[in-house]
């Protein structure tokens, strides 16, 4: 049963995977589609400055966001085909959690699953918030990377938990640590388009989707929303991570290796806070922090866990 | 601000090293490989204080430095904002065009007095802090979420608090670590420890006196899945612990399932097994006869372990040994142990004569044979096969040395031969005490809570002002937020909304 269970979990995520690259596909002919139209004005932020400008009188007032030009037909698709994929990618994590009957983050290929999955989601859910399916093009390209090199490196058929990692600190953990790693992966994302849409502000030569997108001042709002929010999930990751060490080795602290790095992303993500309010680290190089940060993210993730010895490598490939 | 921007990004860069290169207080024997593996970089790493990163001159210094700052800002910072909390809003501008969120209602409906007042009360009821002014033009200034400020000087003021507690804290701990067989005592005293790391401030009578010994160590291991037979899924040590002038309580540890104790925790750590060996020497005296932990070498308790027996004669005796709690053969012929439980134990061991080197005084580690003034008598490439046994089976020694006994701890009468509890266990356990943490978890959570509070409540100023014209009045609202806020415009306009609501102003 465990294993049947196992085996659809992994078809249910391949079916994902094919239906997040449609997605990445339709994302990308957007984009060219956008460089090529003439440029039509839809960031929030300025049309309400337009308002604002026009003292408009109270009745006047429009708070909500503009529609969505039907010209970005491809988008909406796309958006839809992500949506789709979730649902198989969220079934894949569910069967793969029954096929073991406890919650499928013990090692890295179900890390790798419910890291991404987590991303996705809180790319969907993040819409009602804000309009972000501009980023749709590295979300799905982003979660294909991590689900490829999850299943094809990482994959392991389903074990029993070994009883160090048998606690419920490890749900928590590494919950809140995927949902830090999805904020912080679309902070990152809105980062490099401010970098590129200040760049285009500034008169140097750009892509012409540019045009469509939010300004940069607007990005850099948002890139500071999410990861901030992010930040305070690492924070309690941090803060998790101990309690679990504690109750598992006896010292909450000691400087393992996935704990150095846990603290220098939670370091560099605080400099990331403080550039905001520090004149002249405002704009690009708080981008580039909000950016750093994230490939730290990665590079826990990828490279520490798989090439650099520590206690917590016993989580197994 | 900048100084404390660059401070942290230098933490974080100088944190990277620490998980480059190995560090002694985490991983002491990697150290040790590294100056193996690399004899020449390895001294000018340690010179530069690399394989102790976190104590480092340069890391704590910088450490240091960036806590000086934020007590160096905290600290005006705290003042400043008391002063704040005590003085009102500020007058309200000339000029609201300019502002977040402007609008203006144009009504014949009220006069100024009157919505400002209105207003004045809205805004109070939503939590603002109001101030009426009389200028030119009536006109109300509020103001609210002081609480962010003090969320973020709560933050940093916990951060160091966290500081101080582990600082503090560290120096009233201590750790240590001990191999217990079952059926084996412990007494919580500095000598009955195998390794002991204590805090700066430590004294042996902070060790609570108890005695501690375990009765029983049971492994539950997988039994359906395929992919994972044989694999390990429960660990329990059971024990029984006297206290002074109380009667004997059980308890049990698990792992991530610490026991606690008069203040000290205990941790489950590892587990092994003990083969008793009792060694005849060649005149038919016993010449040693103990239980002998044996330290795993992979998941499946491959275990190695040394047997010394100075006192046998004519020559003292040496063996190292492997314990296969399951024994199989690799396609090489090499014996491994393929479940970790005892389906069909086997020990194999090497002997060898001479002088063992433990009648010079200097102590000598148990899980060590120093081999190098001894003749290999059985096993290797002696041309006589390592000597191998099962639990209750007696062997000969070459050479007329003697005889090995590998003692059956649990000798079964029937016939049909079980293994289950021919071989004692052993578990590693971890006696930590850390005064400190309880502190370090408070300080870490109000850290958090000052943290949630400093980013996600708006600080706002919000006006309303009346202007009278020729019969009419026109109402103005804006508002200004200090930072990010995306609220700030609905807010503004919710007001302006309800106020006009309360005025009974119709749409124009
Ligand atoms: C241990 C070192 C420090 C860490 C980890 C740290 C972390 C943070 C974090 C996470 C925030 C954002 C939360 C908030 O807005 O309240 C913040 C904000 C702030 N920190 Fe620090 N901080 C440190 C040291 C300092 C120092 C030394 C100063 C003094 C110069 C300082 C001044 C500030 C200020 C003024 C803000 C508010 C920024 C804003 O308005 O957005 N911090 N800090």
């Not at chain 1, 399916?133 to 689900?147: P, R, S, W």
């Not at chain 2, 006994?405 to 509890?421: G, I, L, R, V």
Request: neutral net charge; proline residues 6%.
């Amino acid at each position: 049963m465990t294993l049947i269970l196992d085996e659809y979990s992994l078809l249910t995520v391949y079916t994902a995977m094919g239906i997040y690259t449609l997605a990445f596909v339709m994302f990308a002919i957007d984009m060219a589609k956008r460089s090529t139209s003439k440029p039509v004005p839809v960031s929030v932020g300025s049309q309400r400055r337009q308002s604002d400008a026009q003292g408009a009188v109270a009745t006047l007032q429009e708070t909500e966001p503009p529609r969505q030009p039907s010209r970005y037909k491809f988008e909406r698709i796309a958006f839809s085909l992500v949506v789709l994929g979730w649902v198989f990618h969220a079934a894949g994590v569910a069967l793969r959690g029954m096929a073991q009957s406890f919650v499928p983050w013990a090692n890295m290929y179900e890390f790798a699953l419910i890291s991404s999955a987590l991303i996705v989601g809180v790319f969907i859910v993040i819409q009602w918030w804000q309009n972000l399916k501009f980023l749709g093009v590295y979300i799905t390209g982003f979660t294909l990377i991590t689900l490829g090199v999850g299943t094809v490196n990482f994959y392991v058929p389903v074990k029993p938990l070994p009883p160090a990692l048998d606690s419920y600190w490890l749900i928590i953990h590494v919950i809140v640590a995927s949902l830090g790693t999805a904020l912080f992966a679309i902070g990152a994302g809105l980062a490099i388009i401010q970098l590129l849409q200040a760049r285009r502000e500034a008169g140097k030569k750009s892509l012409a989707l540019l045009k469509t997108l939010p300004d940069a001042m607007k990005l850099e709002n948002l890139t500071y929303f999410t990861t901030v929010i992010g930040f305070v999930f690492w924070t309690f990751t941090l803060i998790a991570g101990s309690i679990w060490a504690e109750r598992s080795w006896g010292r909450y602290w000691g400087w393992d290796t996935k704990e150095v790095w846990t603290f220098i992303i939670w370091v560099i993500y605080a400099g990331y806070i403080h550039a905001r309010a520090t004149r002249g680290w405002r704009g690009t190089r708080s981008a580039w922090l909000a950016i750093i940060g994230f490939l730290a993210v990665i590079f826990n993730y990828a490279i520490v866990n798989v090439f650099i010895p520590g206690l917590h490598s016993y989580s197994g490939l | 601000m900048r100084t404390a921007l660059l401070l942290l990004l230098l933490l974080a860069l100088a944190a990277v090293p620490g998980s480059l290169v190995p560090q002694r207080s985490s991983n002491p024997n990697g150290v040790i490989q590294y100056f193996k593996d690399n004899p020449d970089l390895a001294p000018i790493l340690d010179a530069l204080q690399l394989f102790d990163v976190f104590t480092s001159m340069w890391f704590s210094s910088i450490y240091l430095l960036l806590f000086l700052s934020l007590i160096g800002c905290v600290i005006p910072r705290t003042a400043h904002h008391l002063r704040a909390l005590r003085t009102p809003p500020p007058k309200t501008p000339a000029r609201l065009e300019r502002l977040p969120g402007f609008s203006t209602v144009e009504t014949t409906d009220t006069d100024a007095a009157v919505a400002i007042e209105s207003a004045r009360t809205l805004l109070r009821k939503s939590g603002y802090r109001v101030r009426v002014f009389d200028g030119a033009n009536l006109s109300v200034s509020a103001e609210r979420g002081y609480l962010r400020e003090t969320g973020n000087l709560v933050f940093h003021t916990a951060l160091i608090g966290v500081l101080f507690a582990v600082g503090i804290g560290g120096g009233f701990t201590y750790t240590g670590q001990r191999v217990i067989v079952e059926g084996q005592p412990f007494v919580n005293i500095l000598s009955d420890y195998s390794s002991f790391t204590p805090g700066r401030f430590f004294d042996e009578s902070m060790l609570p006196p108890f005695r501690m010994v375990l009765d029983d160590f049971s492994v539950e291991y997988e039994q359906e899945n395929v992919n994972a037979l044989g694999f390990p899924i429960d660990y329990t040590a059971d024990v029984s612990v006297t206290i002074p002038g109380e009667p004997v309580s059980r308890g049990t540890v698990k792992v991530n399932q610490p026991l606690p104790l008069l203040g000290s925790d205990v941790f489950l750590l590892g587990n092994g097994y003990a083969p008793r060996i009792t060694v005849t020497d060649g005149e038919g005296n016993v010449a040693f006869t103990d239980i002998v932990p044996f330290l795993p070498q992979d998941a499946n308790l491959t275990s190695m372990g040394f047997i010394k027996a100075p006192d046998a004669l004519p020559e003292q005796i040496g063996m190292i040994g492997f314990f296969y709690p399951t024994a199989g053969e690799l396609s090489t012929g090499a014996l491994t142990s393929i479940h970790a439980d005892l389906l069909n134990p086997l020990l194999t061991l090497n002997v060898y004569t001479g002088d063992l080197g433990i009648d010079d005084g200097i102590p000598r580690n148990v899980y060590q044979l120093d081999v190098d003034g001894m003749t290999q008598v059985a096993g290797g490439d002696t041309g006589i096969e390592a000597i191998k046994l099962r639990p209750g089976e007696t062997a000969p020694l070459p050479n007329g040395l003697g005889t090995v006994t590998f003692e059956d701890a649990n000798p079964a009468p029937s016939m049909a031969k079980d293994y289950a509890d021919s071989v004692l266990r052993f578990a590693t356990f971890d006696i930590t005490h850390d005064p400190s943490r309880g502190w370090v978890l408070a300080f870490a959570l109000l850290s958090l809570s000052g943290l949630l509070i400093a980013l996600f409540i708006p600080r706002r100023r919000v006006w309303v002002k009346a202007i009278e014209t020729s019969g009419a009045v026109r109402l103005e609202y804006a508002g200004l937020a200090r930072g990010y806020d995306p609220g700030l415009e609905p807010a503004v306009n919710d007001l302006q909304q309800r106020h006009r609501q309360q005025l009974n102003i119709k749409d124009t």
